[in-house]
């Protein structure tokens, strides 16, 4: 695709919900990163991939939170029994390779009720 | 480990005044660094970049310069303009750091008429 898209812009999630939060890179990109948008504040790294491979995972907030690239290309964030600090934008990134230009996607508000 | 400080808001200047958001920087290694901004209601755009000292980023007549002796990448725009009203985000990436982007907690001007 032309950009990184995202998938649900929108959702709201009950308390102890499990949310999938899905994320199409551009076309070709390695790079893959995951951002945490709270109100109010900038955005703060969660996890990165390179292709497939997880490399970084030291800002998932706690083990509710777990990310996938299986193949490469699509990835998956996955927040486990949703709390309501959950809820912010969660913003997908890429890159064509490691160190180039990063494009975000348009983020996935989550609001946890 | 890396991280990024940026001046504090909100910015508030009237049409045609000189901007100047300060950042600065704390990083291993020679990072890249970043200006992105974010529009009401739209996602992060890239404003613009420097990846070595002393290299100038340039985009839309706002400026930043790579100061490496006061680790400084202040945005810079001589005449502001009612459409330049946003948040704006410094930011940097390093190749210690699996070049994902740290950011700072953003800046938020607003240019009145």
């Known amino acids: 695709g032309a950009g990184v898209s995202q998938s649900p812009r929108y959702k709201v999630a009950k308390r102890g919900q499990d949310v999938a939060l899905r994320c199409d890179p551009i076309s070709g990109h390695v790079s893959l990163f995951w951002y945490q948008q709270a109100l109010g504040q900038g955005p703060e790294f969660l996890t990165y991939?390179?292709?497939?491979?997880?490399?970084?995972k030291s800002g998932l907030p706690s083990d509710r939170f777990f990310a996938e690239r299986p193949e490469g290309s699509v990835s998956t964030l996955k927040i486990q029994r949703t709390q309501q600090e959950d809820s912010a934008v969660y913003l997908c990134?890429?890159?064509?390779?490691?160190?180039?230009?990063?494009?975000f996607g348009e983020g996935s508000w989550l609001t946890v009720v | 480990g890396n991280s990024v400080t940026q001046m504090e808001g909100p910015v508030t200047l009237s049409e045609e005044a000189f901007l100047t958001i300060n950042c600065t920087y704390t990083a291993t290694g020679y990072p890249s660094l970043f200006w992105y901004v974010q529009y009401p209601g739209e996602g992060l755009q890239l404003l613009l970049k420097a990846t070595k000292a002393d290299d100038k980023g340039s985009n839309k007549g706002f400026e930043a310069t790579y100061r490496k002796e006061t680790t400084s990448f202040h945005l810079e725009k001589g005449s502001v303009q009612v459409s330049d009203s946003a948040v704006y985000f410094c930011?940097?990436?390093?190749?210690?750091?699996?070049?994902?982007?740290?950011f700072g907690a953003g800046t938020r001007l607003t240019v009145k008429p």
């Open positions: 990134a890429s890159s064509v390779l490691p160190g180039n230009t990063i494009y």
């Open positions: 991939f390179q292709n497939e491979a997880q490399l970084d």
């Open positions: 930011a940097l990436s390093s190749r210690d750091n699996n070049n994902d982007m740290r």
